[in-house]
């Protein structure tokens, strides 16, 4: 590190030091790895019988993504777990002496403000994957943590299962797989709400890598797309892919059919589809959200899909996740809602498990990382958390 740089990082940090009086430290921890052993926590999703089926399914506790034998032959501890919630989880064991801990979106340890107090040694947060709403991001920039995630790794993997759901809600497909399955056959029981997908408005809610690369694969279908998202994309892209800007998103709500959730859940986007703004919606809309589940009112979706205003919803995200057994989406009609898959295809598990061991490699030889992968720098949230 040059003496300008460093200069510069301790200005940075006695800046911080004055300016918030909340924090019990938040001087930058140095994420130039010291030489020597470093504690790897890794919180992943158990697959069991799964884990050998598929030697790219890298994403689990068992194969815990491929990157064991690496660290472990250069003298590191990794430990993985799936174990992550309550006082006396493992995860928890491992946090006071942890250097870098790995999660993913799909079963997210959930890094809070209490936890981070006691990490002592932490110096890295990575998500394997996109999405590091499962962290307290404030608290790990007052606490000069650094937190990056996988940029791109998984996005055309979201976008792809986005465009499946709308179709699935759009052609009313799942009544007639329950029936095939129950051994029913009634036509009209799907038939009266299946609809073609030209023709309709689809707005998409936040319009980052995945909303541009959903509207994209929407073009070739005739739809009317919007899309409200804090920047404008360049006029020619917005040219290419056929889409209007709606700067005011509670303009463009009640004029869409489908509505696509892609915004980031940050303290301005949590709850943000409430009772007040559902009612708003277009009797009968179809909602899709990939995106994060606490976005949604959880309540506020299930009456809506109860009482017929809200006419399908379908996602793969929850909160918290795992869902309980007793979450109304589980019960409520018209649903297409799985558990956190559309961003853990094999495809996509290679993606980030690649992306995680170059960030690795990158942080014991004391380099930075690609600067569109870090989410908190030098007490500095990206600007799409701020």
């Known amino acids: ?48 019988e799964y884990a050998k089926m598929n030697p790219n399914f890298l994403g689990c506790v068992e194969n815990a993504l491929g990157i064991r034998d690496w660290l472990e032959s250069q ?14 989880c493992e995860l928890e064991k491992h946090i006071p002496d942890a250097h870098v801990i790995i999660t993913t979106p799909f079963h997210p340890g959930y890094i809070n403000a209490e936890r981070i107090k006691k990490a002592k040694n932490l110096q890295l947060l990575l998500t394997a994957g996109i999405g590091s709403d ?72 936040g319009c980052g890598r995945i909303g541009r690369l959903l509207l994209q694969r929407l073009k070739p ?8 998202d804090r920047i404008k994309m360049d006029s020619e892209l ?4 056929g889409a209007s800007y709606e700067e005011n998103l509670d303009i463009m709500l009640p004029k869409c059919d489908v509505v696509v959730i892609n915004t980031p859940l940050t303290e301005k986007t949590r709850g943000l589809f ?27 979706v299930a009456d809506g899909c109860a009482s017929g205003h809200i ?26 809602m799985t558990p956190h898959i559309s961003g853990t295809t094999i495809d996509a598990q290679l993606r980030y ?20 992968h870090y989410i908190v720098k030098e007490g500095e949230l990206a600007s799409q958390y701020r």
């Open 1 to 48: 590190m040059s003496m300008s740089l460093a200069i510069k990082r301790a200005a940075a940090a006695a800046t911080r030091a004055i300016s918030s009086a909340n924090s019990s430290s938040i001087l930058t921890r140095d994420l130039h790895a010291s030489s020597g052993k470093k504690k790897i926590v890794g919180v992943f999703y158990k697959a069991h």
């Open 238 to 241: 917005e040219s290419q892919i």
């Open 274 to 300: 409430d009772k007040e703004r559902i009612a708003k919606l277009k009797k009968g809309v179809l909602i899709v959200n990939n995106a994060r589940g606490a976005i949604m009112d959880t309540q506020a």
């Open 134 to 205: 499962h962290v307290d991001l404030q608290a790990a920039a007052d606490a000069g943590l650094t937190v990056a995630e996988v940029t791109g790794s998984n996005v055309v993997s979201v976008a792809e299962d986005e465009l499946m759901r709308i179709l699935i809600l759009v052609r009313n497909f799942l009544p007639g797989y329950h029936q095939v399955i129950t051994g029913d056959w009634n036509v009209a029981g799907i038939a009266y709400r299946a609809y073609d997908l030209e023709g309709k408005t689809v707005g998409t809610v």
């Open 353 to 372: 498990a690649a992306g995680v061991k170059e960030m690795l490699e990158n942080y014991f030889k004391g380099e930075d990382f690609p600067a569109q």
């Open 221 to 228: 279908f005739g739809c009317n797309l919007l899309y409200h």
């Open 75 to 88: 003298g590191h501890e990794y430990i993985v777990t799936d174990n992550k919630e309550g006082p006396d």
């Open 311 to 336: 006419g399908g919803y379908s996602g793969d995200v929850w909160y918290p996740q795992p869902a309980p057994k007793d979450h109304p989406w589980r019960y409520m009609p018209n649903q297409a």
